[in-house]
């Protein structure tokens, strides 16, 4: 199983950045789809997910009402539209795989599967 996150860049607080992430290796049906963030020094923090099958989706409450999370099921990618950028939003963001259980978890080390990790910087 592989998870393929791109998009991470340099923005300026206020902008905008769509991060994706590919995955192959499995097909996903029945999983939970998360972005996770960790920035220095700090713990790895639950971002927002989806139910694949469903679309259902969940964020927490730094990102909502900015990030939107959506999957493209022909294309196996999960998306992560982020707007309205912060400082605070600075980190290396995770896409990650839950094929225990199609209910939403927030608990990062629920999640079976990692991509490698792409950086978001926002400048102020």
């Known amino acids: 199983v592989q998870l393929q996150a791109s998009g991470g860049g340099l923005v300026q607080a206020g902008g905008s950045l769509r991060l994706s992430c590919a995955g192959s290796?499995?097909?996903?049906?029945?999983?939970?789809m998360g972005w996770f963030r960790q920035a220095p020094g700090k713990e790895r923090e639950f971002v927002a997910a989806?139910?694949?099958?469903?679309?259902?989706?969940y964020y927490s409450d730094s990102v909502k009402g900015r990030f939107t999370i959506s999957r493209d099921i022909a294309k196996k990618t999960v998306d992560l539209q982020m707007k309205s950028l912060k400082p605070e939003d600075t980190a290396i963001y995770y896409c990650?795989?839950?094929?225990?259980?199609?209910?939403?978890?927030?608990?990062?080390?629920?999640?079976?599967?990692w991509g490698q990790g792409t950086l978001v910087t926002v400048s102020s």
């Open positions: 989806i139910r694949y099958s469903t679309g259902g989706t």
């Open positions: 290796g499995r097909t996903f049906r029945n999983d939970v």
């Open positions: 990650a795989a839950d094929a225990e259980t199609s209910e939403i978890r927030t608990v990062w080390s629920r999640y079976e599967y």
